[in-house]
């Protein structure tokens, strides 16, 4: 049995795909504009009253999150489950970013911070709405009085598009391809799985297929976990692949729904 088949529900999927998707994670996603998406996101977040400029960004990632707030003067913590995606972000960013390994079910106090953020679908990894609320009671644990936490979801089109759906992607002589197995009718709170392989190159074969698992969170069911973790919703947005914030969430229309939340005093 392979490791992805054995490890119970929740982080260790994510662990275990990113692991194996981390040598090819920038090539997948190399269309993400993250300065456009922040661009539209962080006057949304100052109009919310954002101040200071210490953040911490949960589920990192390879460091593309937090690239462009480092340019901004930001002074950055990062977490990611996967040691691999970890080591790649260090390589970006060298000393210049205090980074760990943690898993968001059970993340460390690193410090009080004015902004926390869990980007680009990060908590569709939890499978349980016990978990989901674990993360953002952690994410609380890490703000300063009054900090504010943004965090996305991917709607349920995404789940009948994007997870129901083959996407290829040639890049470095490579052809990636993601397998979308769920399905164009996929059901509010569902759990959605995609398959994802090197399906040509030179070395196609170091890259064994992974799974990526996730479970839609509808809106009603996110608020309520933000009850729950102690924080205040602010705002919800939904956008599409314009990265452009708008109101209200429509889940078969938008592709993410974006969360704001606020530590009360």
């Known amino acids: ?58 589920g990192c990632g390879t460091g593309k999150s937090f690239l462009p707030m480092l340019e901004r003067g930001w002074e950055v913590t990062a977490c990611d489950i996967s040691p691999s995606m970890v080591e790649l972000a260090r390589a970006k960013a060298g000393a210049s970013v205090r980074l760990s390994v ?32 674990r993360a953002l009671s952690g994410m609380r644990a890490n703000m300063a009085p009054g900090g504010l936490l943004m965090f996305d979801v991917n709607c ?27 399905s164009a009718d996929a059901a509010v709170g569902s759990t959605s799985e995609a398959r994802f392989e090197v399906e040509s190159g030179p070395d196609a074969e170091r890259f064994a297929p992974h799974v990526h698992r996730q479970r839609h969170f509808p809106e009603a069911k996110v608020l309520e976990q933000l009850e729950v973790a102690g924080l205040a919703c602010l705002d919800v947005y939904g956008h599409g692949f314009d990265a452009v914030p708008k109101q209200p969430l429509k889940e078969l229309v938008h592709s993410k729904a974006v969360y704001m939340a606020r530590r009360p005093d």
């Open 102 to 133: 943690a898993d968001m079910r059970e993340l460390p106090v690193f410090g009080e911070f004015d902004l926390v953020w869990a980007l680009d679908d990060a908590v569709n990894y939890l499978l349980s709405a016990e978990e989901l609320g």
């Open 156 to 182: 349920l089109q995404t789940y009948r598009s994007f997870f129901a759906e083959e996407q290829r992607v040639q890049r470095r002589g490579r052809t990636l391809l993601w397998r979308g197995q769920g």
């Open 1 to 58: 049995m392979d490791r992805a088949a054995a490890v119970q529900p929740g982080g260790q999927w994510a662990e275990t795909a990113y692991e194996a998707m981390a040598p090819l994670y920038d090539d997948f996603t190399a269309h993400h504009d993250y300065e456009l998406w922040l661009g539209n996101l962080l006057p949304k977040l100052r109009g919310h009253g954002l101040s200071g400029r210490r953040l911490l960004d949960v």
